[in-house]
């Protein structure tokens, strides 16, 4: 089954970069569509983007001016790139499979990581 | 201000049944699938129901899911102490070009 692992600093000042890296077992990250989303403390779910394995990528139009969404075939991960972050991005972060037989943008998330604290304090 | 629009809150009594609204539009609900999530803090969503009304293996037919028009409906039958989480509904939205979530909604079993 599925496995999906998100990594990364947990502590960033305002106008770093946040980087993290979702790794994937058990299936190969081929084929389908894979997502970031965020969740501020005590706030609901926000969609930060998807990426399909061939490296085409889909943004929230709120914070595509600041995402890179990318994929690294050869090690089965994809990664999240957000710059200039505030206090507004602390969130955990989690990253998520795009459910589906046939690849496409949905609002299908199956399965999930466990969620990653990025904090951006200074 | 979240797109789609949900209850901040629902109870009820074990046994009972409760249901969740999601209310969208014609860009999101109207054109296409919903899908339901549950929240058990602290830890990850887990999909309840995707395409509308559709279970993945594992989660009980208490659960169900329904849709009409613009708007979405999460049902629980049977009220359990460990349903006791926040739900999410989300769906494509197609003015944005992606997903979209409600606000979410806590259920409390009193």
């Known amino acids: 089954q599925v496995q999906l692992q998100e990594s990364g600093p947990g502590l960033l000042k305002p106008s770093e970069t946040l980087s993290l890296t979702c790794s994937v077992s058990?299936?190969?990250?081929?084929?389908?569509?894979w997502t970031w989303i965020r969740q501020a403390p005590g706030k609901g779910l926000e969609w930060i983007g998807c990426?399909?394995?061939?490296?085409?990528?889909n943004y929230n139009p709120s914070l595509k001016s600041r995402v890179t969404i990318s994929v690294d075939t050869s090690k089965n991960q994809f990664s999240l790139k957000l710059t200039s972050v505030t206090a507004a991005d602390t969130a955990v972060y989690y990253c998520?499979?795009?459910?589906?037989?046939?690849?496409?943008?949905?609002?299908?998330?199956?399965?999930w990581g466990q969620g990653t604290l990025v904090t951006v304090s200074s | 201000q979240s797109v789609l629009t949900q209850p901040t809150s629902a109870s009820g009594t074990p046994g009972q049944r409760v249901t969740i609204s999601c209310s969208g539009s014609?860009?999101?609900?109207?054109?296409?699938?919903v899908y339901w999530y549950q929240q058990l803090p602290p830890t990850a969503p887990k999909l309840l129901i995707y395409?509308?009304?559709q279970r993945p293996s594992g989660v009980p037919d208490r659960f169900s899911g329904s849709k009409s028009g613009t708007s979405a409906s999460l049902a629980i039958s049977g009220l359990r102490s460990e349903d006791e989480a926040d739900y999410y509904c989300?769906?494509?939205?197609?003015?944005?070009?992606?997903?979209?979530f409600g606000g979410g909604t806590k259920l409390t079993v009193l």
């Open positions: 998520a499979k795009v459910g589906g037989v046939v690849a496409a943008p949905r609002a299908w998330f199956d399965p």
């Open positions: 990426l399909y394995y061939s490296g085409s990528t």
């Open positions: 014609s860009s999101n609900i109207g054109n296409n699938y």
């Open positions: 058990g299936d190969s990250i081929g084929s389908y569509y």
């Open positions: 989300a769906v494509l939205d197609d003015s944005l070009s992606g997903p979209v």
């Open positions: 395409r509308n009304n």
